[in-house]
């Protein structure tokens, strides 16, 4: 999930994480990747939003988590789901996935206390190609975002660097949302600061090793302007136009970052952006 903005860098206190707390945040960080994977399998013409909420419910509780999403704030399931001009949110029920569909799928799971939240962005095969085509470049564009921003997480860096990093891989192709952004995470799923997923005057606090955050630029292929429905939850653009999500927990340390939802760490995707990759010992 993602946080509703005051557009400012919060000024609470963060919590750093000791070594030990971010191997039990890796631990529920894998739970959400497993989650995530069984999603994605399961998504195909036909199927319900709720059905995926099934699998994803179902996975994360037989690794011997909590979903995170469900109750929270009264969020009636364990997945969201966001469909087309839906942005972030989305409560899964009746609604079927058809081909052609860009699907934005978050979640969040809980494990000895601990939280992961990750999301990623998918067009269900078999629709228009020429849509599919943009589609894919509009949720290609807000991955490539997502791993620059985590790339520029380091130690004596500033957060507000991550910002910056996404606005400029984005180079102005897409619409980056301000309403809903980034966030600390750990012992609760939304904590301090907020990561801004543009750039301001203000960089931020500095970066210190312990500092875990998930990176979750959400773009839109036209205007950032959003309504949030009357069923108080799911995000969607005023204009109608099309939006992706990515996201994932990142762990920095004094060694560099771990990514602690992408079961490689983020070391492929890492890798080619310079970007200091370090395994959890
Ligand atoms: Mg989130
Ligand atoms: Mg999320």
């Not at 319900?48 to 399931?77: C, H, M, N, Q, W």
């Not at 979640?107 to 067009?123: K, P």
Request: with cysteine.
């Amino acid at each position: 999930m993602s946080e509703a903005t005051t557009a400012v860098f919060g000024r609470d206190r963060i919590q750093y994480k000791t070594h030990e707390q971010i191997l039990a945040m890796r631990r529920a960080g894998l739970v959400v990747a497993n989650a995530l994977d069984a999603v994605r399998e399961a998504v195909k013409p036909g199927v319900t939003t709720a059905d995926l909420d099934e699998v994803a419910d179902r996975t994360i509780r037989a690794a011997g988590a909590i979903p995170s999403f469900k109750g929270y704030y009264g969020f009636p399931a364990s997945l969201c789901v966001s469909v087309n001009a839906e942005v972030v949110h989305g409560i899964p029920g009746k609604a079927v996935i058809s081909e052609g569909d860009l699907v934005s799928i978050d979640c969040g799971a809980i494990l000895d206390g601990w939280h992961g939240d990750s999301a990623f962005s998918m067009v269900v095969p078999g629709g228009d190609s020429v849509r599919a085509v943009e589609d894919q470049a509009l949720i290609d564009t807000t991955e490539a975002a997502m791993w620059s921003g985590i790339a520029a997480l380091k130690v004596g860096g500033r957060l507000g660097d991550v910002g910056a990093a996404i606005e400029d891989r984005v180079g102005g192709r897409f619409g980056i949302l301000e309403d809903y952004v980034g966030h600390g995470i750990g012992t609760e799923m939304h904590m301090a600061p907020e990561v801004l997923n543009y750039r301001t005057r203000d960089r931020g606090p500095k970066v210190r090793a312990g500092l875990c955050v998930a990176v979750e630029p959400m773009l839109v292929a036209g205007s950032i302007e959003t309504t949030v429905l009357g069923d108080d939850w799911t995000v969607v653009t005023n204009d109608g136009k099309r939006a992706a999500h990515w996201e994932h927990t990142v762990a920095v340390t004094e060694d560099g970052v771990w990514v602690l939802t992408a079961r490689d760490g983020g070391q492929a995707a890492l890798a080619a952006l310079g970007a200091t990759v370090t395994p959890l010992a």
